[in-house]
């Protein structure tokens, strides 16, 4: 059973160049299709992406891991205390200050 395969490069590589030729021809026109293909894609990725919300489990899981901060109730009143005093400085210069190349 033993028969000689030969294989027609010629026929073959025809079709190649057949082949070649058509997408030569056509290479502008397969690009920007190639190109709408992967902006669509994106855009409809992007869209079902943008509109998915968390589900209740994975909003409670991000809630544990975050860190509470405390913050004593003397720094409190200590931030309120200065606050309240804050001191509004007068600008003696309001004259130049406005415009400061006029004489």
Do not use: H
Not at 11 to 24: D, H, P, S, T
Request: with cysteine.
């Amino acid at each position: 059973m033993s028969k000689d395969i030969k294989f027609d490069y010629k026929k073959w590589l025809n079709k190649l160049l057949a082949i070649f030729e058509f997408v030569k021809q056509y290479i502008v026109i397969i690009f920007i299709v190639i190109l709408v293909c992967i902006f669509s894609f994106l855009v409809l990725r992007i869209n079902s992406l943008a509109g998915s919300e968390p589900s209740e489990d994975e909003v409670t899981e991000q809630l544990l891991t975050v860190k509470r901060l405390r913050i004593d109730q003397s720094a409190v009143d200590k931030i309120l205390e200065l606050k309240d005093s804050n001191v509004s400085v007068k600008v003696l210069f309001d004259k130049y200050r406005n415009n400061p190349f006029q004489e």
